[in-house]
């Protein structure tokens, strides 16, 4: 991943010191389990502890320059492993292992670590999405379907289903890191031919890893859930960057990403304000969707292994997890941020001239005796006159002689209060299903029961 989208917590997980560290621990905890089984002398285990190198820049000069020569990263490592701990101790690195065992396992811990990350970026955002959503809780503001005028919900509401949507992501992520947590030193191909299931149960235990049965490579499929519960989260978020980039719109303009001091939207034209930040991550999940075919076209390999799809997770893997960290800190500075034009959101509302209650006028004809096909008829109709007329939809449905309401029941009919008098069942069940702090929970019901449309 470029440096501009690439975080530290997560590039620090995958740089070559990471995965060389990881790779020794690896060994090194095959060896005293070895030991602990009566196979390794107990002192030479020691001394391949203690003198095992410092993974530090010049150690992963030697690999890769040793590589050189092996053509084989693992054997390079291998090597340079044991010149530095010397004979007889380090005869005993690799002991009854496969490259697999070391790069298999240690990927699934790097790939646990990562997700930790990622999932705690998720639960920030959980939090200031609720923060905005109960804020907004009763801001009302025109409901658009096929990006058309539909009926009113609020602010709140918008983003409580946000909210909602990057729950289930945390759960996703949390399932996928549960897969994931696994590991295996079966051998060659999976058999433990030359390696007790002993020593692959305390590796992985050290490892806070679960073993698992394999061929030569742990399975996958694991693997591909990882990339799909990534980029679902990217998926999310487009959808609601996509949404910000809509509002933002100089006809809409409802809300609008932060403008900081000093810059600028435009070289050429000062007066704009360009929803960059949005249409950022809209991208960034383009390039997340990809990641998951190249992922899933990784679970099928030849036989016990091939390594088709080595050359390809050490692109995607750190990659995806660098962008779904990016993307999820953005967005949850841009929703922190965001500037909220409640003023707009009910003119926006009053320029349908109310047709946006049609409805329950429809709704109100039929309870009058009027059927349903012919109630709508004359809604339709009505409906179509104010738009063209720019006349409000109540002047046009109490001028029509077909309708048979009285002003007060129109008047009824086309409430703001009450079209939103049942939003709060959607913030009753966010705050069933997210994990809050019992403080802001119980501040939330309180606005639940203090906030009003009037």
Request: glycine share 4%; net charge neutral; hydrophobic share 45%.
């Amino acid at each position: 991943m470029i440096d501009r989208y690439s975080p530290k917590e997560i590039t620090d997980i995958f740089s070559d010191q990471a995965r060389f560290a990881t790779w020794l621990e690896v060994e090194i905890l095959a060896t005293e389990a070895w030991a602990k089984f009566g196979v390794v002398p107990a002192e030479h285990a020691k001394e391949v502890r203690s003198k095992a190198p410092v993974i530090d820049a010049d150690f992963v000069a030697k690999v890769l320059e040793r590589e050189k020569i092996t053509n084989h990263d693992v054997a390079a490592f291998v090597d340079e492993v044991q010149a530095a701990i010397g004979f007889p101790a380090g005869a005993w690195i690799h002991y009854g292992l496969t490259s697999s065992d070391v790069v298999d396992t240690a990927l699934c811990y790097m790939m646990t670590r990562a997700l930790d990350a990622v999932i705690g970026q998720v639960e920030k955002l959980i939090a200031t999405l609720a923060d905005k959503a109960f804020e907004h809780y009763m801001t009302p503001m025109l409901g658009r379907t096929h990006g058309m005028a539909a009926e009113p919900t609020t602010f709140g509401n918008k983003i409580a289903l946000w909210t909602l949507q990057v729950n289930r992501d945390l759960r996703r992520l949390k399932m996928a890191r549960d897969g994931i947590s696994v590991g295996k030193l079966s051998g060659a191909v999976g058999t433990y031919s030359n390696i007790e299931p002993s020593i692959e149960l305390f590796v992985c235990e050290n490892l806070g890893l679960k073993p698992v049965p394999a061929t030569q490579v742990i399975a996958r499929d694991r693997h591909a859930e990882v990339i799909y519960a990534l980029s679902a989260l990217a998926s999310s978020i487009e959808t609601f960057a996509t949404e910000i980039r809509h509002l933002q719109r100089t006809e809409v303009q409802e809300a609008e990403e932060y403008f900081s001091q000093g810059q600028k939207g435009s070289s050429a034209m000062p007066h704009k304000r360009n929803p960059i930040l949005s249409e950022r991550l809209v991208g960034m999940s383009r390039v997340m969707r990809g990641y998951l075919i190249s992922a899933l076209e990784d679970v099928a390999l030849w036989h016990e292994r091939d390594i088709s799809h080595s050359s390809v997770e050490r692109i995607i893997i750190p990659d995806a997890f660098a962008l779904a960290y990016y993307v999820t800190s953005k967005f949850d500075s841009l929703i922190a941020g965001l500037v909220v034009y409640k003023e707009r959101m009910l003119e926006n509302i009053d320029r349908t001239y109310g047709l946006v209650f049609s409805q329950p006028v429809l709704l109100a004809l039929v309870s009058s005796g009027l059927s349903r096909d012919n109630a709508y008829r004359i809604v339709q109709r009505c409906a179509r006159q104010a738009w063209e007329r720019k006349t409000h939809f109540s002047k046009v449905l109490l001028d029509d002689p077909e309708v048979k309401l009285t002003q007060d029941q129109i008047a009824k009919a086309m409430e703001l209060k009450s079209a939103l008098s049942n939003v709060s069942n959607t913030f009753e069940v966010l705050l069933r299903e997210i994990a809050l702090p019992k403080s802001k929970t119980d501040q939330y019901r309180k606005l639940l029961v203090g906030s009003r449309v009037e």
